[in-house]
C-alpha cells in the first residue's frame, strides 16, 4: 500500500483543516488506518485511528471532540478533520496503515505503511 497526504496549511487559532490520505493497492479495506503526528524536536504521536470499515474510530485525548476520522472505502481514502485548532497542532502529520484489527492500535511501530507527511502550522 502506497499513501500520498494532502491538505497541509498554515491556518489560524480556531480554524479548520482537512487533511486527506489517498491509498494506492486494491487491499485499502485490510487495513485498519491511523493519524499520527510529529512536532519539531518531539516524538511522532498518535491522534487518531479508524477500524476497516470506518464504523469505529478512536482518538487520542488531546485531540477528542475537535478531530474527526473518516474513510471511504469506495475511493481508497482516509481523512482527518481538524477543527479548533491550536498552536500545540502544529506538527506534520502522516496517514499510516496497520494489518491489525485492533482500533486501539496507538505505535507506531504496528504500523506497516506509512505516507510522506503534511505540514499543518496553527498560528496564534
Known amino acids: 500500500v502506497q499513501l500520498q497526504a494532502s491538505g497541509g496549511g498554515l491556518v489560524q487559532a480556531g480554524g479548520s483543516l482537512r487533511l486527506s490520505c489517498a491509498a494506492s493497492?486494491?487491499?485499502?479495506?485490510?487495513?485498519?488506518m491511523g493519524w499520527f503526528r510529529q512536532a519539531p524536536g518531539k516524538e511522532r504521536e498518535f491522534v487518531g485511528s479508524i477500524s476497516r470499515n470506518g464504523g469505529s474510530t478512536y482518538y487520542a485525548d488531546s485531540v477528542k471532540g475537535r478531530f474527526t476520522i473518516s474513510r471511504d472505502n469506495a475511493k481508497n481514502e482516509v481523512y482527518l478533520q481538524m477543527n479548533s485548532l491550536e498552536p500545540e497542532d502544529t506538527a506534520v502529520y502522516y496517514c499510516a496503515a496497520s494489518p491489525l484489527a485492533a482500533l486501539r492500535t496507538t505505535t507506531v511501530a504496528l504500523y506497516t505503511y506509512w505516507g510522506q507527511g503534511t505540514q499543518v502550522t496553527v498560528s496564534s
Open positions: 493497492g486494491r487491499t485499502f479495506t485490510s487495513y485498519t
